[in-house]
DNA sequence: CGCCGAGTTGAACTGAATCAAGAAACGTGG
DNA sequence: CCACGTTTCTTGATTCAGTTCAACTCGGCG
């Protein structure tokens, strides 16, 4: 739990009291490998901290699913859109490791917005960098080409390459497992 | 300035001395069209609120910039990635029209977020509607064809095409104005 | 050992980019 | 209010990155 308290204070400085209030509303669960945690349809309940995993996103298809997203230790994760407005979610989360998370649900997180001070920083802060990874993605979908966004991987998440199905990190960056295979056939 | 008031109740509840702080910091200014909002390379000192007017938010380029977004009447305006970390912004933003806003400064919005109950509450909202904008518009980047995008337009924002020009909605569709003129001599 | 999913490679195809030129619309000055 | 120049839009021809379909290799696991 030491962790999330770590994570929130590179942002923001906890009191004591507002710790207490919070980490009493966290919820320790354990998930195999290849299992899901949100599924297509369902409204996510959960706000969570991975301790130890690596999840990903995706909307599920027939044949090759479409991959968006990825979720490592002292992240959180949570289908955030499905999470805020309370609605269906229209794509999945799954473990591909055995991962174990920190909940908290959409009842307690309301709670904690109400009651403690520094509720609503922490929520703001998390949106806003939320909004920034997102908002870099946009203009590197619209502006790099297949390859610059492989070899971008490379830089910013090494840890990606090392334990992602090439598969999942071609849908990813938009195309084909073919395509990315050849891409790096090329650069090597 | 009701418009601002009416766009905040929208989402969270305003005290009258809160709503008195907030709107004691609003500048109004007027810009003529075509006029540059915020340079390449400068840091973003304002969250804005569009009374009038349409902007556009692009990165130049050597023949034909990456235009990927825009923001109208009783928006938000800003490059808020370079506003929250007031850091240099990669991209410019600039009128279409003449254009009226209400800007707030950053530090006068640290300073709400510090002595307002709502600040970080609407703050909070803020980024979370930006984020799930974004979120969105991965997926559809990610997902659907030149086609679908332009599609979407018209049911989404039927304004767009109305008011701007082609070459800035190939461009935020993420393709060439030669091929969405193709486009649409097809679906039409 | 044999199977199965993941990755690679090849060939044909396709949507969009690029280069180029003409038509339409737009704005500015006379 | 028209005339001219500039910008935007359209259309055509060619090229290219990535898709699709298909066959084959490799490594792990029942």
Redesign the interface.
Known sequence: MEAIKAYLEKNVSLSEADWTFFSSKLVYREIPKKAKLLEVGAIEKHLSFIKIGIVRFF?PKFEND?T?GFCFENEFVSA??SF??QSPS??QIETLTPTSIWSLSYEDLQEI?AHTSIG??V??LA??N???V??????S???DTAEQRYLNLFEQRPELLKYIALKYLA?YI?ITPQALSRIRKRIS
Not at 134 to 139: M, S, W
Request: charged letters at 25%.
């Open positions: 909307i479409l968006f955030y859109d805020l407005t229209i794509y917005y609503n920083t929520g703001r949106a806003e939320l909004y920034r997102k908002a870099q993605r946009e203009l979908l619209l502006n849908s938009g």
